[in-house]
């Protein structure tokens, strides 16, 4: 089965990380990358430019309607995702923890659905 493991991390606080903190954090998901590839769990992924970069598009009463940044204001925001193939839940769910941003952010792990 498939999940979607939403990476959310604060654009604050990944803003003020020092050039090395970045260089390490880079490292650290370059190597967890590697390893999903290598068990072969990795479907794909990507991380995403800030969300000050977003644009929400809403349609009204047949109007489209856009608005500069995210949805709604959180505190984390959506950085990344990895899209996995898993066995079953509890194994999509180590997977997630084994993400870097896990220690600082949060991990949203969602089945993707199957149409028949």
Do not use: C, N, W
């Given at each position: 089965m498939q999940y979607l493991l939403l990476i959310y991390r604060s654009d604050a606080e990944y803003d003020r990380m020092t050039a090395d903190d970045r260089k390490k954090l880079?490292?650290?998901y370059g190597a967890f990358t590697q390893s999903i590839i290598q068990s072969g769990h990795?479907?794909?992924?990507?991380?995403?430019?800030?969300?000050?970069?977003?644009?929400?598009?809403?349609?009204?009463?047949?109007?489209?309607?856009?608005?500069?940044?995210?949805?709604?204001e959180t505190r984390e925001q959506l950085g990344g995702y990895y899209l996995v193939e898993?066995?079953?839940?509890?194994?999509?769910?180590?997977?997630a923890a084994r993400i870097p941003t896990a220690k600082v952010g949060s991990?949203?792990?969602r089945p993707i659905m199957v149409y028949d």
């Amino acid at each position: 089965m498939q999940y979607l493991l939403l990476i959310y991390r604060s654009d604050a606080e990944y803003d003020r990380m020092t050039a090395d903190d970045r260089k390490k954090l880079t490292g650290e998901y370059g190597a967890f990358t590697q390893s999903i590839i290598q068990s072969g769990h990795f479907k794909a992924g990507d991380g995403l430019q800030p969300s000050t970069t977003a644009t929400t598009v809403r349609v009204r009463d047949g109007k489209i309607l856009t608005t500069d940044g995210p949805f709604a204001e959180t505190r984390e925001q959506l950085g990344g995702y990895y899209l996995v193939e898993a066995k079953d839940l509890d194994e999509a769910l180590g997977i997630a923890a084994r993400i870097p941003t896990a220690k600082v952010g949060s991990i949203e792990v969602r089945p993707i659905m199957v149409y028949d």
